[in-house]
């Protein structure tokens, strides 16, 4: 029997179950390993790594580009990048050059020192993005936390204001929700919450400038923390006038606007801040400018750099809750520098969304062959489809379209099949080495998949 996503719920459950069969004959070592790692919260070095569809995760042996290949041999084409922190592709030349020479021959992992090339890239990132000062992190959730401390002290006002289910890491302020009342409330699963996180933000609906002039306006909001376009929850594009009316908003009620590119980056060389002309306070970013090694970045205004630095009070040099010993280390900054100059260059960018672009097409014809219920969505380098058709225009319509097993046999399948998708979330991303070969070989096992889902 069919349902709202348009499949038959049996021979899905039968296709799931095969598929996990399948997996698990191909890779036996990772299954040993896995069960060996008993010292592992988890089995795993990070907890995150047990969302995958299969019961155990492919441990990796090699990475190269957008190739994977994994203990038992297993080769895959990789569309998940990292989650976005391989952006750049897996092991990038340039990068390898310049740590390798960080480490090798200068010398110096973390020194608690400045190097010619920390400037290099505030430079770099000035010019993509517009802002002019930059400052450095390990992770794009640290660039966010360091961003909001600098905005509650500037304004003397305690509150943040996310959109539902946005993504900016594990930022504590970050993890609401709008609920079934319009109000905020604490997002399912947020583990060991300091505080109420009504009690530090506000939460409205992307897309939704009534709902955002509503929170703004209790006249307590530090700062406005979001993605031009939601990403992690699946992409959900801005409506026309929706990024002009939040820049508005924020100025006439006297709020800061923070732009976090992490994954929007993939909208082109300077994000979807230059590809819309948007024009935030602050902008962070991270994962991808590193080529995969650890890094992130905020940038700052003119005007709010002046208005911290004439703070006398603030403690900006030593434990002031802004920075950390290793933020701005050598090796980063070596990658970052290579990233940015050598690899996701503006060449690069544009072979990566004509990439992209024939992936949303492609995939779009499949979908509406099987005239499933599903729409897909593209941002830059980035595409992903959703179990709903029209696509959702907000962060909770998108969670509420969700569909778990038929992500996770379709996830699977296409493991099994030497295809890798971001495990979280339907996600496509294409790096400088994705082709058009490796678009096609996805689409033709996308496409057996909706033919045995969909049969009779």
């Given at each position: 029997?069919?349902?709202?996503?348009?499949?038959?719920?049996?021979?899905?459950?039968?296709?799931?179950?095969?598929?996990?069969?399948?997996?698990?004959?191909?890779h036996p070592r990772s299954a040993a390993a896995y069960g060996r790692a008993d010292h592992l919260f988890g089995?795993?070095?990070?907890?995150?790594?047990?969302?995958?569809?299969?019961?155990?995760?492919?441990?990796?042996?090699?990475?190269?580009?957008?190739?994977?290949?994994?203990?038992?041999?297993?080769?895959?084409?990789?569309?998940?990048?990292?989650d976005t922190g391989a952006m750049a592709g897996h092991s990038p030349a340039p990068v390898v050059t310049a740590?390798?020479?960080?480490?090798?021959?200068?010398?110096?992992?973390?020194?608690?020192?400045?190097?010619?090339?920390?400037?290099?890239?505030?430079?770099?990132?000035?010019?993509?993005?517009?802002?002019?000062?930059?400052?450095?992190?390990?992770?794009?959730?640290?660039?966010?936390?360091?961003?909001?401390?600098?905005?509650?002290?500037?304004?003397?006002?305690?509150?943040?204001?996310?959109?539902?289910?946005?993504?900016?890491?594990?930022?504590?302020?970050?993890?609401?929700?709008?609920?079934?009342?319009?109000?905020?409330?604490?997002?399912?699963?947020?583990?060991?919450?300091?505080?109420?996180?009504?009690?530090?933000?506000?939460?409205?609906?992307?897309?939704?400038?009534?709902?955002?002039?509503?929170?703004?306006?209790?006249?307590?909001?530090?700062?406005?923390?979001?993605?031009?376009?939601?990403?992690?929850?699946?992409?959900?594009?801005?409506?026309?006038?929706?990024?002009?009316?939040?820049?508005?908003?924020?100025?006439?009620?006297?709020?800061?606007?923070?732009?976090?590119?992490?994954?929007?980056?993939?909208?082109?060389?300077?994000?979807?801040?230059?590809?819309?002309?948007?024009?935030?306070?602050?902008?962070?970013?991270?994962?991808?400018?590193?080529?995969?090694?650890?890094?992130?970045?905020?940038?700052?205004?003119a005007e709010l750099a002046d208005a911290l630095t004439g703070r006398g009070d603030l403690d900006l040099v030593?434990?002031?809750?802004?920075?950390?010993?290793?933020?701005?280390?050598?090796?980063?900054?070596?990658?970052?520098?290579?990233?940015?100059?050598?690899?996701?260059?503006?060449?690069?960018?544009?072979?990566?969304?004509?990439?992209?672009?024939?992936?949303?097409?492609?995939?779009?014809?499949?979908?509406?062959?099987?005239?499933?219920?599903?729409?897909?969505?593209?941002?830059?380098?980035?595409?992903?489809?959703?179990?709903?058709?029209?696509?959702?225009?907000?962060?909770?319509?998108?969670?509420?379209?969700?569909?778990?097993?038929?992500?996770?046999?379709?996830?699977?399948?296409?493991?099994?099949?030497?295809?890798?998708?971001?495990?979280?979330?339907?996600?496509?991303?294409?790096?400088?080495?994705?082709?058009?070969?490796?678009?096609?070989?996805?689409?033709?096992?996308?496409?057996?998949?909706?033919?045995?889902?969909?049969?009779?």
């Amino acid at each position: 029997m069919a349902t709202e996503s348009g499949v038959d719920r049996t021979r899905l459950a039968e296709l799931a179950e095969r598929e996990r069969a399948t997996f698990a004959g191909r890779h036996p070592r990772s299954a040993a390993a896995y069960g060996r790692a008993d010292h592992l919260f988890g089995r795993v070095p990070m907890t995150w790594m047990n969302k995958t569809a299969a019961g155990f995760p492919v441990y990796l042996r090699t990475a190269r580009g957008n190739r994977l290949t994994d203990l038992d041999g297993n080769e895959f084409v990789d569309f998940c990048l990292g989650d976005t922190g391989a952006m750049a592709g897996h092991s990038p030349a340039p990068v390898v050059t310049a740590v390798t020479r960080r480490l090798g021959e200068l010398g110096g992992a973390t020194t608690m020192l400045p190097t010619e090339d920390a400037a290099v890239v505030g430079a770099e990132l000035a010019s993509r993005f517009g802002l002019p000062f930059w400052s450095f992190a390990l992770t794009a959730t640290d660039a966010n936390r360091w961003a909001i401390r600098l905005l509650r002290a500037v304004t003397g006002r305690p509150k943040v204001l996310v959109n539902s289910y946005c993504y900016h890491g594990s930022v504590d302020e970050s993890l609401i929700v709008v609920g079934p009342d319009g109000h905020g409330r604490s997002r399912e699963g947020n583990v060991g919450a300091p505080v109420d996180v009504t009690a530090t933000s506000r939460v409205a609906e992307f897309n939704d400038l009534a709902m955002l002039e509503r929170e703004l306006a209790h006249g307590d909001v530090a700062a406005v923390l979001m993605e031009p376009a939601l990403t992690n929850i699946g992409i959900v594009l801005p409506e026309p006038g929706y990024l002009a009316g939040v820049r508005e908003l924020t100025r006439r009620y006297g709020t800061y606007l923070i732009n976090d590119e992490t994954h929007t980056f993939s909208a082109g060389p300077g994000g979807a801040t230059r590809l819309w002309d948007l024009q935030p306070d602050v902008l962070t970013i991270g994962k991808a400018i590193g080529g995969g090694v650890p890094v992130g970045a905020y940038g700052l205004s003119a005007e709010l750099a002046d208005a911290l630095t004439g703070r006398g009070d603030l403690d900006l040099v030593d434990m002031g809750g802004v920075g950390g010993t290793l933020a701005g280390n050598p090796v980063s900054m070596a990658a970052t520098r290579a990233t940015l100059e050598e690899v996701l260059t503006e060449g690069a960018f544009a072979t990566m969304i004509t990439t992209a672009t024939a992936f949303a097409e492609g995939l779009q014809k499949i979908i509406s062959a099987y005239r499933v219920p599903w729409s897909v969505s593209r941002l830059g380098a980035r595409v992903e489809y959703r179990f709903a058709d029209p696509a959702p225009r907000n962060g909770t319509e998108s969670a509420a379209s969700a569909d778990a097993e038929l992500e996770d046999c379709l996830h699977v399948y296409l493991a099994n099949r030497g295809v890798l998708l971001t495990p979280f979330h339907n996600m496509a991303l294409m790096c400088p080495e994705t082709t058009l070969d490796d678009v096609a070989r996805h689409h033709e096992i996308f496409d057996e998949a909706l033919a045995e889902l969909t049969a009779g």
